[in-house]
């Protein structure tokens, strides 16, 4: 009788970008380092970060917090600037079967490594997104409040996702080395090239689930809470949206590009006329609420129009 070993746990790279932001970075190996100390079936875990900063201004701060960390700590430096290059580091080091990308400025709650390895090994699914909340340095303003500035959606675990950002987000190596993923460094300085990949994992036949238990914590600076700043953002997403449409579109070809720049074109003109009414509508009733999601809804349309135009915000301009 011969008797069946089991299968060695699946290895997880948990991967963070840090750029000049020493506060952020100082406090990032012992975070996580707590946070994959939640894993409790003793599969190989290991956090890389990644040091955008020509400078290599965090190196020290990580290679001293890495002398007491319980997980193995890789320090990565990237001088190429881009976020896009940044990210791309990242999967270079990972030598894991799966990778879990999460900002410098987030914190993972109790259950996020745990549930996103659960939800990834239970699903088979290529890649698990998780929930990003907001925790806010300051009260925001009503307006900001009402309008939901900063609330991202949520769903049922399991459900399928038709894209994805790497501010909460697990990777199966497999897939990505099988399909050739990268992040795309026409997107470094834009933004916008996590979502030109999982687009890219879609359309390639690979599967984006959510897992509502994995949840981080945003932390959200006062200078971000006004309305100039968040009018800014929703106009990069939709300009991001259209930029990537656009992208993938014309790798098929042509005619596959001028259907992108007219259906992004046309969404963008309809959200502009109809925030432009919303907007007027909303001043008139005195509707602060309505006001607020009328901007959100006209500055996304802005966004898509320009990206569908062939013209893209900066958002990592240096």
Partial sequence: MTTSVPAAPASVA????????LDHAARLVPMLDAAMDEVEDGRPLRLVVVDNDPEATAREL????????????????????????????ALDACTEDAIVFIDDDERPDTDWLPALIRTWESTRADAVVGPVLP?????????????????HGRHATGYVMP?????????????????????????????????MLTRTLIRDGGRIVWCDEAVVYDEVPAKRLTREWVSKRAYR??????????????????????????????????????????????????????HSRSVRVLQRGRGMLAGALGSRYMEYKR
């Fill in 237 to 290: 997403s939709g300009n991001s949206w259209a930029s990537v449409d656009l992208a993938l579109a014309k790798q098929e070809g042509p005619s596959a590009e001028i259907r992108s720049r007219l259906r992004q074109g046309l969404r963008g003109a309809e959200r502009v006329a109809l925030g432009g009414i919303m907007v007027g509508t909303a001043l008139l009733r005195g509707s602060e609420r309505a």
């Fill in 62 to 89: 990580i290679a001293e917090a890495a002398r007491t960390a319980r997980h193995e700590v890789t320090y990565v430096h990237e001088p190429e600037p881009g976020i896009s290059a940044a990210r791309n580091a």
């Fill in 135 to 151: 925790c806010y340095e300051v009260e925001p303003s009503s307006w900001i409040i009402q309008g939901g500035w900063f609330n």
């Fill in 163 to 195: 894209a994805a950002a790497t501010n909460n987000l697990l990777l199966e190596m497999a897939t990505m080395r099988r399909v050739g993923l990268r992040f795309d460094p026409d997107f470094g300085i834009s933004g916008g090239s996590d979502t």
């Fill in 14 to 21: 948990v991967a963070v970008l840090t750029y000049k932001r």
